[in-house]
T-cell receptor, first 115, second 114 residues
Framework: GENVEQHPSTLSVQEGDSAVIKCTYS??????FPWYKQELGKRPQLIID?????GEKKDQRIAVTLNKTAKHFSLHITETQPEDSAVYFC??????????????FGKGTHLIIQP | DSGVTQTPKHLITATGQRVTLRCSPR?????VYWYQQSLDQGLQFLIH???????AKGNILERFSAQQFPDLHSELNLSSLELGDSALYFC?????????????FGQGTRLTVV
């Protein structure tokens, strides 16, 4: 089955600086890669996703890059703000027409924005 | 609010007991996924139901089972509970049918086994 590794487990950056979180996956058949943000005690919320036919996607201060050859994808947050402090999870899944499998998540990165 | 409703929000029970967690998906969503979140195992996929049928199993123990009813709500049954089953249990729903789309998570049920 799929295995997703996520690094670092904790990341502390100064407000206004950039943050980068990296993930690798094992199953070359995976074709959908979402990123979720989870605040303490709350549900995971999708912040951005990328499909295997795209190399990069941006949404305001957030971007995701995907390297299928290396089986590696990354989350980039620029101009970090205090409200970006949370735990971020990467995930991967091989979606087929049946869409049966659930997401395989990384272990999460605790992002701390220092004022 | 994601539109996915989970009940109860909190549940405290003793070892050996059985509990049922309930999930109502977003209106129109046919897929329900169950996930377990614990400190040591992280977020793990348990099982997926689509329009009443089981579609995939993940790391779900034999003591756990689920079903999806004709009105599309789903229940996760946990039996012979152990201390290690204490976790946050999420369900997520998605419409499916036209490519993989965002799975919307409910607020979760926090299960504490004592």
């Amino acid at each position: 089955g799929e295995n997703v590794e996520q690094h670092p487990s904790t990341l502390s950056v100064q407000e206004g600086d950039s943050a980068v979180i990296k993930c690798t996956y094992s199953d070359s058949a995976s074709n959908y890669f979402p990123w979720y943000k989870q605040e303490l005690g709350k549900r995971p919320q999708l912040i951005i996703d990328i499909r295997s036919n795209v190399g990069e996607k941006k949404d305001q201060r957030i971007a995701v890059t995907l390297n299928k050859t290396a089986k590696h994808f990354s989350l980039h947050i620029t101009e970090t703000q205090p409200e970006d402090s949370a735990v971020y999870f990467c995930a991967a899944v091989m979606y087929s027409g049946g869409g049966a499998d659930g997401l395989t998540f990384g272990k999460g990165t605790h992002l701390i924005i220092q004022p | 609010d994601s539109g996915v409703t989970q009940t109860p929000k909190h549940l405290i029970t003793a070892t050996g007991q059985r509990v049922t967690l309930r999930c109502s998906p977003r209106s129109g969503d046919l897929s329900v996924y169950w996930y377990q979140q614990s400190l040591d195992q992280g977020l793990q996929f348990l099982i997926h139901y689509y329009n009443g049928e089981e579609r995939a199993k993940g790391n779900i123990l034999e003591r756990f089972s689920a079903q999806q009813f004709p009105d599309l709500h789903s229940e996760l049954n946990l039996s012979s509970l152990e201390l290690g089953d204490s976790a946050l249990y999420f369900c997520a729903s998605s419409p499916m049918g036209q490519g993989y789309t965002e799975a919307f998570f409910g607020q979760g049920t926090r299960l504490t086994v004592v």
